[in-house]
């Protein structure tokens, strides 16, 4: 069960602002109903500031507290302040969010984004920005690549599980989580683009000793990290692992992945 904050509560069960304006200045849209969420915002202007702001949702509570907090923070303000506006400062003023839910504060945002888009008109972006905003990286929720990339610079992502908690990219079929992980090493500050050797062998260790191992336990097994040369990682299964008809499944399915997206996508395990 995920700890919401008292804020997150109050505006699930009082949301504010829920409905639509017939005669809006401006209607941004994010989401859809197959991904699961969807929501409408609406926004009416009155001498450049921002009147009036209702919503439209479909999703989990997290959605409409996202949703119901930003026309709060929108109304009020002129278009120019609105669109310095993170999906972090929307999970921060709902007092924060649990990881998982994280999409929902980014979905508010990119409605507002849309919008936005909608009103600057091509003025907006540059024609690399929008170039990238349409190259689709996620087809399973239809996440762009410079959603990814926002998400990555504004809340200081570094794995593709973070990713998946802000975005939903690599959430279902999971084919693009080499893409989501290549976008991130493109985006990373310059001291973190390339890890040494050491650096490689503690990162690798820590993922076994805390994710890996832990996991393999629950259910009886276990893993002892044999080597590790160049970006091919030794291992052992021990325990019922060792000994289990699905041992090669866990090896790639489980240890492999979960290695590529935490350390490396270049990593490869292999069974001794």
């Known amino acids: 069960m995920w700890d919401y904050s008292d804020k997150v509560m109050d505006h699930y069960r009082n949301p504010r602002n829920v409905g639509k304006i017939d005669d809006a ?5 994010a989401g859809s109903l197959a991904c699961g969420d969807s929501l409408k915002l609406y926004i009416k202007l009155k001498d450049g500031v921002i009147e009036d702001a209702k919503f439209q949702t479909f ?11 930003l026309t709060e923070m929108i109304i009020g303000k002129t278009l120019d302040e609105v669109r310095k506006i993170t999906n972090k400062e929307i999970a921060d003023e709902l007092g924060g969010l649990p990881p998982e839910k994280m999409h929902c504060s980014v979905m508010g945002h990119e409605a507002l984004e849309d919008a936005l888009k909608k009103y600057y008109g091509d003025e907006y972006q540059t024609p690399e920005e929008k170039y990238i905003s349409e190259k689709i990286i996620c087809t399973c929720f239809n996440v762009t690549e410079q959603q990814i990339i926002d998400a990555i610079k504004v809340n200081n992502l570094r794995t593709v599980e973070d990713i998946t908690n802000y975005t939903k990219a690599g959430g279902a079929c999971g084919r693009c989580k080499g893409l989501i992980q290549k976008i991130i090493e493109a985006n990373l500050p310059k001291e973190e683009k390339k890890l040494s050797a050491a650096q490689m062998i503690l990162r690798i260790n820590k993922v076994i000793e805390t994710v890996i191992a832990p996991e393999l336990q629950k259910d009886g097994g276990d893993i002892e990290l044999v080597d590790i040369e160049d970006n091919k990682v030794y291992v052992k299964l021990q325990g019922r692992c060792s000994s289990c008809k699905n041992s090669v499944l866990t090896l790639k399915s489980f240890v492999e992945t979960t290695l590529q997206d935490k350390v490396s996508q270049d990593i490869e395990v292999i069974q001794v």
């Open 59 to 69: 999703g989990c509570g997290s959605a409409v507290a996202s949703s119901s907090i």
């Open 25 to 29: 200045d401006l209607i941004g849209e």
